[in-house]
């Protein structure tokens, strides 16, 4: 007698953990988890197709891993191969100029990360105010005020070193 699939909830979940330990066994475990998730989310939006046979149900999911797994894989050869040719087309002087901006990037991890990512939003990935407010699906007057704080409390911690520094010792 075969069985019937009549819930697709079901039968992801009782799959689940066997598509689990599937993706351990190939990638590292902190990608199978998320590989887990996207495979559900895919079976479960395609699930019209789902076979009703459970053990071609079974298959049918570990094919949609077994997918899965090979887009994870050409994401990743991918980001490889972007990152080695980046390497290679840095100037040798990036180090040096890298321990420049050290002090900003402290000042900035410092802020509250709301704060934080508005100005990062800003300086580094150069989005406009008003483009930040979509980002971060905040009201634009919200970020504008929250950006004119963060840059205060920026200028008073970049500050702050420059003040102590110019104090002499304490003579008593």
Do not use: C
């Amino acid at each position: 007698m075969v069985a019937v699939v009549t819930d697709a909830a079901g039968v992801l979940g009782d799959n689940a953990e066997d598509l689990l330990r599937y993706f351990r066994r190939r990638v590292p475990t902190q990608d199978a988890a998320d590989l887990l998730a996207e495979t559900l989310m895919t079976a479960w939006r395609r699930n019209r197709l789902l076979p009703s046979n459970t053990d071609q149900a079974r298959a049918w999911l570990f094919g949609i891993a077994h997918h899965v797994l090979l887009n994870h894989r050409r994401g990743e050869r991918r980001r490889h191969a972007l990152a080695d040719r980046l390497r290679l087309s840095l100037p040798e002087q990036a180090g040096a100029g890298a321990d420049e901006g050290l002090e900003v990037r402290d000042a900035i991890e410092r802020l509250e990360p709301r704060l934080a990512e508005i100005v990062r939003l800003v300086h580094w990935e150069g989005f406009t105010l008003a483009q930040v407010a979509v980002v971060v699906e905040l009201p634009a007057s919200t970020v504008r005020n929250h950006y004119q704080l963060a840059k205060a409390e920026l200028r008073s911690m970049l500050l702050e070193p420059a003040r102590t520094s110019s104090v002499g010792p304490l003579t008593g």
